[in-house]
């Protein structure tokens, strides 16, 4: 429309577009009846969940508030962890976290399981601690920027876990700059972090395995992640994180389809629910994508929830 | 009754968005029970000349009459662009517009630009609020060609101060919520409403504590961020956070009042 139109036309509709108190009275008695936000609700607690990334300890607020969420937003049981995000990650520092993890299960034990955490420079001791903690009922692990995921010191890591038939869960970035990848546009710099390109070698290279890309709402560029990853069957992504943009669990299922994309929340409980029931799929990818999947990951293990 | 103070129409040229336009925002409306958005072009972010992006957006809602009788348009203006008080003059007599959106550090100028100072007491003295967006998107997943800094809260804050006697909306809360005390206090004694739509709501009833229960309303950041989550933060309070008519000052009691409906 070209300004002389443009202007006519404003000055014909010399109301303009004002809005005020009678038109919103008039737009509330007109309408026709609507979902409550009690429907809506129910549509939340509709779903069973499972929460296959979640943390306690990496803040000063404890378990309960886990499970004050879960009650909340009828999450069935979340899986938690504590990375150690700090220091050298020796032995003592991943035993540590993992006892606290353990702590929380024992006071929790109908909401919370553990996933253990470790570094695979200390292989010996990672080992041991993979057998400790699955020993006291921890299932998975949860690792994090110490090591990329497909560097060979992650290979007996990986091998114990085919065998316990366990999925990991790694920590992982598409953030401009991060890891050397695009460089020019650098914010700050993890070289350990793992890219997308990394799992890609490593699900080929163990195609048995099951792997974890952490978070596409936790900062990646989720559709560079999703693209990266589309080729690669046995690596799993998690929506979790606190970006709840528009479309973002659509495009993974889109890329990899629903038996790929994980529900898991990254203590972001609102966004992690919000944009699933928002999501535009289907009832049953839905199902799939908050329990079913995780669920069966678990049973490959020998563990399930009822 | 249910009220959106903060929705969108139009592109965001390095992601494509869907239902960006007001078909799509009147779907979710619908489809939540919402009765009213207020709604600003994001092309007016980009645009050199943002009143093109204002002029869309009129165009837009008179296209049909269902979007005239549910959304409430606010304009992007850009105090350090030729012509900035003849559009707001526009959007607000001739458009009918009751609030409108600075972007500072999209549009590159300070946030005690003397322009920008001028243009929120003409806000003021024609009783329109002032939008003021945290974060559109997250910078660590930006474009190349995007900004690489974004502002926090406090940031904004330095403006309240200059008119402490505007109306403001905080919006997408999404940049950190750390505040010397006395910024803080600023905040806490200004005309502010804030939006639930931001990832640093993680709890909600702890944030409204804060700052207020009647300093909060539903807000959906719609079509960049889901339609729901914002709505849930509400949704999912317990009952001693909030009782029924907390909860109906989020959902509309408190956008009603800020925007004088």
Redesign the interface.
């Known amino acids: 429309?070209n300004r002389r139109n443009?202007v006519r036309?404003?000055a014909t509709?010399a109301?303009?577009?004002?809005?005020?108190?009678s038109?919103?009275q008039?737009?509330?008695a007109g309408?026709a009846p609507?979902?409550?936000?009690a429907d809506?609700?129910k549509e939340?607690f509709s779903y069973r969940k499972l929460d296959a990334h979640v943390h306690v300890g990496l803040t000063n607020d404890g378990p309960e508030?886990n499970v004050d969420y879960a009650e909340?937003?009828g999450i069935d049981r979340m899986f938690i962890s504590k990375p150690v995000t700090r220091g050298p990650a020796a032995p003592e520092d991943f035993r540590a976290a993992n006892d606290f993890i353990l702590k929380c299960m024992k006071r929790f034990p109908e909401r919370l399981t553990g996933m253990l955490t470790l570094n695979p420079t200390y292989k010996r001791e990672s080992l041991e601690e993979i057998k400790r903690c699955t020993g006291e009922g921890m299932w998975g692990v949860k690792v994090y920027y110490q090591v990329k995921i497909n560097d060979p010191l992650f290979y007996p890591i990986i091998e114990k876990l085919i065998d316990l038939k366990m999925i990991i869960l790694m920590h992982a970035e598409?953030?401009?700059g991060i890891a050397g990848y695009?460089m020019?546009?650098d914010?700050k710099i993890k070289p350990q972090s793992s890219i997308p390109e990394n799992f890609v070698d490593i699900a080929a290279r163990y195609p048995e395995a099951m792997f974890q890309f952490a978070h596409i709402g936790g900062?990646?560029?989720?559709?560079y992640a999703c693209k990266a990853l589309r080729n690669s069957p046995n690596v799993y992504v998690d929506v979790s994180g606190?970006?709840?943009?528009?479309?973002?669990v659509e495009f993974a299922v889109e890329c990899l389809g629903a038996d790929r994309v994980l529900y898991g929340s990254d203590?972001?409980?609102?966004?992690s629910?919000?944009?699933m029931?928002?999501?535009?799929l289907t009832e049953e990818q839905k199902r799939k994508i908050f329990f079913d999947n995780y669920n069966n990951i678990l049973k490959k293990g020998g563990y399930h929830v009822d | 009754m249910l009220i959106d103070i903060n929705a969108y129409t139009g592109h965001w040229p390095f992601k494509r968005l869907l239902n960006n336009h007001c078909e799509g925002l009147l779907e979710r409306m619908k489809e939540y029970g919402v009765d009213l958005s207020v709604i600003t072009n994001l092309n007016g972010v980009f645009y050199k000349n943002t009143q093109s992006a204002n002029e869309e957006l009129y165009e837009e809602i008179r296209s049909k009459r269902a979007y005239k009788d549910r959304f409430l348009p606010f304009a992007i203006i850009n105090p350090i662009y030729a012509g900035w008080k003849d559009d707001f003059k526009t959007c607000v007599k001739d458009f009918g517009m009751k609030g409108i959106r600075v972007f500072p550090n999209y549009h590159d100028y300070t946030i005690t630009d003397p322009n920008l100072v001028e243009l929120v007491k003409m806000a003021r003295d024609h009783d329109v609020a002032v939008g003021l967006t945290m974060r559109i998107v997250d910078s660590r997943q930006r474009s190349w060609m995007d900004l690489a800094t974004e502002w926090g809260l406090k940031d904004y804050v330095p403006l309240l101060r200059e008119v402490p006697d505007a109306r403001y909306m905080l919006l997408n809360l999404s940049t950190g919520l750390a505040l010397p005390e006395e910024d803080e206090a600023t905040l806490k004694n200004a005309n502010v409403l804030f939006d639930t739509s931001g990832r640093h709501i993680t709890h909600f009833a702890k944030v409204f504590n804060r700052f207020g229960k009647e300093k909060f309303a539903f807000g959906s950041h719609f079509p960049v961020f889901d339609y729901y989550t914002g709505l849930l933060r509400i949704e999912s309070l317990r009952k001693e956070e909030a009782d029924e008519a907390d909860r109906a000052l989020f959902r509309q009691g408190n956008a009603q009042r800020f925007l004088k409906l």
């Not at chain 1, 109301?15 to 108190?21: A, C």
């Not at chain 1, 609507?34 to 936000?37: L, Q, V």
């Open positions: 429309m443009f036309n404003m509709s109301s303009g577009i004002i809005l005020g108190s038109l919103l008039e737009t509330a309408m609507r979902p409550t936000p809506r609700m939340v508030l909340r937003l598409t953030t401009l695009r020019k546009y914010q900062g990646p560029d989720w559709e606190s970006n709840n943009e528009n479309n973002m203590n972001m409980y609102y966004q629910v919000g944009k029931i928002d999501a535009r």
